[in-house]
T-cell receptor, first 112, second 112 residues
Framework: NAGVTQTPKFRILKIGQSMTLQCTQDMNHNYMYWYRQDPGMGLKLIYYSVGAGITDKGEVPNGYNVSRSTTEDFPLRLELAAPSQTSVYFC???????????FGPGTRLTVL | DAKTTQPPSMDCAEGRAANLPCNHSTISGNEYVYWYRQIHSQGPQYIIHGLKNNETNEMASLIITEDRKSSTLILPHATLRDTAVYYCIVGGTQGGSEKLVFGKGTKLTVNP
């Protein structure tokens, strides 16, 4: 199993541009999550999904959108990039409600 | 806000046990205590979790006090590769999913 994969690894955006961060897991996990981590800080939950077709907001959802059309994929969309969205973004998945979350390697995004 | 309090940094000699404390005085009865670690800028790595009883796996031991208001993660024989930021997290179930709230964690430095 590849586990949780994220693309791209790095990206630089200009203010106002849009992009989609990709996340795929091959473990057939129902639960998937998007986090962001600012320098020197812990992770903050952006959005999560409990299964295909079901998504909900986390702690810091403003400026982002998600979709979950399949079990495997959970893309994160930035519509109008702002410098405040400069961060490292991590995707995670877990097979059950209370247990280990498996994290991807992260996407480092800079908005200039 | 994170529901846990951890010291910002700790040092440990290689080969010795590392004992990382965590306070979670507002934990509720159905919330788990999780420990993750993050090496450099990699994705967080799950270590262990528990509800009431002490837990042990191949990586570490988790000691939870009887009143569940604090816990200690024990790395029995720390190595240089255990240098990382360690996060103690209380998992709250809401909206059909468990949401992990990461604080700033403890920066553990294992010295040769």
């Amino acid at each position: 199993n590849a586990g949780v994969t994220q693309t791209p690894k790095f990206r630089i955006l200009k203010i106002g541009q849009s992009m989609t961060l990709q996340c795929t897991q091959d473990m057939n996990h129902n639960y998937m999550y998007w986090y962001r981590q600012d320098p020197g800080m812990g992770l903050k939950l952006i959005y999560y999904s409990v299964g295909a077709g079901i998504t909900d907001k986390g702690e810091v959802p403003n400026g982002y959108n998600v979709s979950r059309s399949t079990t495997e994929d959970f893309p994160l969309r930035l519509e109008l990039a702002a410098p405040s969205q400069t961060s490292v973004y991590f995707c995670a998945s877990t097979p059950r409600l209370a247990g280990e979350q498996f994290f991807g390697p992260g996407t480092r995004l800079t908005v200039l | 806000d994170a529901k846990t309090t951890q010291p910002p940094s700790m040092d440990c000699a290689e080969g010795r046990a590392a004992n990382l404390p965590c306070n979670h005085s507002t934990i509720s009865g159905n919330e788990y205590v999780y420990w993750y670690r993050q090496i450099h800028s990699q994705g967080p790595q799950y270590i262990i979790h528990g509800l009431k009883n002490n837990e042990t796996n191949e990586m570490a031991s988790l000691i939870i006090t009887e009143d569940r208001k604090s816990s200690t993660l024990i790395l029995p024989h720390a190595t240089l590769r255990d240098t990382a930021v360690y996060y103690c997290i209380v998992g709250g179930t809401q909206g059909g999913s468990e949401k992990l709230v990461f604080g700033k964690g403890t920066k553990l430095t294992v010295n040769p």
